[in-house]
C-alpha cells in the first residue's frame, strides 16, 4: 500500500507556509509567546482570533479536541488536507509543551473513556440466563453455552457443531457440541493489551473464508503491537492475518492487513476491529480513529475508515480511490469515529456499520463507496466533558445517518436476522448496545427505522450477534465473559 504523501497545498495556504519555514530553531522553550509569534500566528492570528488562513483557537471551536495533549497532537502530527504541515521533526519536545501550555485548552485532560462503560441499572437489572422472556412477537429462551469467558468479543461457526470464539485477552476458543475446550488455541498471534481499564485493544473480531469449508482459512482482527509489548510505551494499530486451526493449533499464518508503520500510535481506544465478507467475496474491515479524529477523513491515513479487499489481502481494482496519487487504496469510505459493526443485508447486498459516537451521537449508516460520514466536522455529540464538539450535525460532502441515538447505547455488532427460528424477524437488524447491557430489534424499511424493541437486557455487556445455522441468536458478554444461545419457546398468533 502507499503512504500519504502532501501534493500541492491550496494557494490560499502559501503565507501560512512560509511562516512555518521560518522557524526559529534556537528559541527558548519558555518563551511560548515566541513561538507562537514566529510559527503560528500568521494563520491563527495573534490573538489567537483566526485569519483566512487558518480558525480560531478557543476551546468553543476545536474540532480535534482541545485539551493540552490534543494540542500538542495536532501540531506534532498536523492535519496535512486543511494545509497545515506536521511539526513533529521542526519543533522540539520542550517547544510543543511551552506552545500547548500558551494557546487556549481544555483544562478538563481526559482520557478517552470507552464507549461501554455500565451506566447505574435499576430492577430488573437484567434478564437472567438461563430462563425466558416474553417479546412481542415471541417468548424466548436463554441459554448458557459456555461461561468462564475472559472478555469474549466475538464468534463464527466453523460447522454446525463447531464455533470458534474470541477473548479480547488474546485467546481463541473452540466449543464442540456445546463443550468448551479447557484451553486456547495455541500460537494464535500477540496482542497488544494496555493496562488502563478502559484498554479496547486485544484479539477482537473473527471470520471465516466464504469458501472455509474447503480452505479452512479462519481470519482475525487484533491490535498488533509494533514493538514488544512495554504498556504505555508500545505503539500499535489494528492489523488482520489469516491462518488454520489444525490440532487444536494456529498454523500457516499470512499477514492479510498490515498499517503502515506511520499510522501506529500508544493510544488504546478506538481501534473499531469489525470484519465482514460480501457474498462476491470482498473483505471488509473497519478500523476506528484510534485517538486520532483529525485523519478520520484524510485519505492517507488509515484510521477512520472503511476498508476493502480480495481475500488475499490485494486491491479490489474497482475500490473508489483506486486511481487517486498518494492515498491507501484499500480505503472504501472514510469520516468514522468507532465503527464496531458490519452488517450485509441479504436482498439488497448493502453494507451497513454501527458507529461508536462521543457523548451522544452513536450512529447507524449505510456504507457507499468513497463516502464521507463526517466525523468530526459533523456529529450529533457532544465532547465528554460537555463542551460543544462541532456545531455541524450536517456537513457539504458527508453522509447522514440513517438513525443516530442520543443518549448513546455504546452501539456495538449488528447482524440482519435471517433464518427460521425467528421467521417474524427476518430482515430486521439485530443490534447490541453496550451501556444498557441490552439487543435491540430494528424494523427497517426503505432505509428508514420504522419501530424499536428492546428484546433483551444482559448481566454483560453483549458484542455482535451471530445467527447461527440453526436460526438461534448467539450473544458474547464479558463481565461476566458467557456465550448465551437464545431460541423461541412460542410465536405470537397472526
Known sequence: MKLYTPSLLPP????????FANISSG?????????????????????FEGTGLGPELSTGSYIYGGTRSDIIRVVANGVISKGMPSFQNTLSEEQLNALADFIPSRHLEQTEPEESQPVPATEPSYDVAPGEVSTLDYRVKMELVAQGLETPWALAFADVDTILLTERAGGLRVIKKGKLHKKPVKGTPEVWINSHKWNQGGLLDIALHPDYAKNGWVYLCYSHPLNKPQQEQTLGMIRIVRGKVKRHAWTQQEVVFEAPLTDYNANFW?????????????????????GMREQAREPGRTVGKIHRLHANGDIPKDNPFIAQQGVLQSIYSLGLRNPQGLAIHAGTGKLWASEHGPRGGDELNIIKPGADFGWPVASYGINYDGTILTPNTEFEGTEQPVIYWRPSIGVSGITFYRGNE????????????????ELTLLSIHNNRVQHKETLLNFEGRPYEPVVGP??????VTDSPGQLIRISAVKQRKI
Open 12 to 19: 490560499q495556504f502559501a503565507l501560512c507556509l512560509l511562516a
Open 270 to 290: 478506538h481501534y473499531g476491529g469489525r470484519m465482514i465478507f460480501d457474498a462476491e467475496g470482498f473483505l471488509y474491515f473497519s478500523v476506528g480513529d484510534r
Open 422 to 437: 425467528f421467521p417474524f424477524w427476518n430482515d430486521k437488524l439485530l443490534v447490541t448496545g453496550l451501556r444498557y447491557h
Open 27 to 47: 528559541a527558548n522553550p519558555e518563551d511560548a509567546g515566541q513561538i507562537y509569534k514566529e510559527n503560528c500566528s500568521a494563520c491563527h492570528g495573534a490573538q
Open 470 to 475: 440453526d436460526g438461534a441468536i448467539y450473544v
